[in-house]
């Protein structure tokens, strides 16, 4: 008896050209609406910059923008910038303790914090508290019709709306940063010398010979570009709202996920920029050692 498919069955599983036309025509809208995607989000970042140098923001404008991106963000920076520390030391601490290298814990923690977790914790931070709530915000003004009305006066709104945004995430989010790095290494140090018994002198000794200006400077530089991406794609993703409440909440998840891929996008390269910059001034680098 024959198990074999007959060739009308066979006929049958194949994919018809209609269907094979429908998956090429679908595949194509998907790359065609990305691109016009990228593309219409960088002549967005283009006229947010080039309206950035062109005219100075209102004063009424721009300081609003600053109290809220700035000390309201202060205390939630300030509060996950400490536990992060302090995770930081209970981990690190099993793991070195099985080496010898209990002593160098110090080196690791604020090494960690002022590179990396310090600027990305403070951007996202941003991103969750600030950059949804631009989205939220422009995004409402977009539904209720209040940009065209702006439009309608003559007066532009990427300079009176987008602007004081990016300019106020460009220069507070590195004090955050700043903020979210001293309050790690005081957690980190807190826990490792009154908890975990670490020689307080080997700790900050440590951290000296490992730590330098070059590490604070890299999570410096890595923040100033996470808030310039973190205020356009919000601004943008407010801009291009759907109608509707559902609208307005899409745009503020979007700006988020967004705004979170594009800091691990940017913490990346700007990461292996660095270390070749680095590498190609000290060649040797530094090391832990025994």
Known sequence: MSTGA??????RRLPTPAALH????????VVVESMEAVGDFAIFGWQTLVWTFIKKPQRETILPNFYQVGVLSLPVVALTGTFIGMVLAV?????????????????VINMSLVREL?????ATMLAGRVGSSMAAE???MRVTEQIDALESMGANPIHYLV??????CLFLIPALTIMADFMGVVGGYFYSVAILGIDKHHYWHNSEQFVGSFDFSVGIIKSLAFGVA?????????????PGAEGVGRAATASFVYSFVLILGL????GIALDMVYYSLWPGGVSIAI
Do not use: N
Not at 230 to 242: E, K, L, N, Q
């Open 6 to 11: 007959s060739p009308s069955e066979i006929d």
């Open 230 to 242: 973190i205020a356009i794609v919000s601004c943008h993703r407010g801009f291009h709202c759907t």
């Open 267 to 270: 913490d990346l390269m700007i």
């Open 91 to 107: 981990q690190s601490h099993f793991q070195f303790r099985s080496l010898g290298l209990e002593t160098q814990l110090g080196a």
């Open 163 to 168: 602007v004081p945004r990016l300019l106020a």
């Open 118 to 122: 310090g600027p990305v914790l403070a």
């Open 138 to 140: 422009l995004g409402t």
């Open 22 to 29: 429908d998956w090429v025509a679908d595949w194509g809208r």
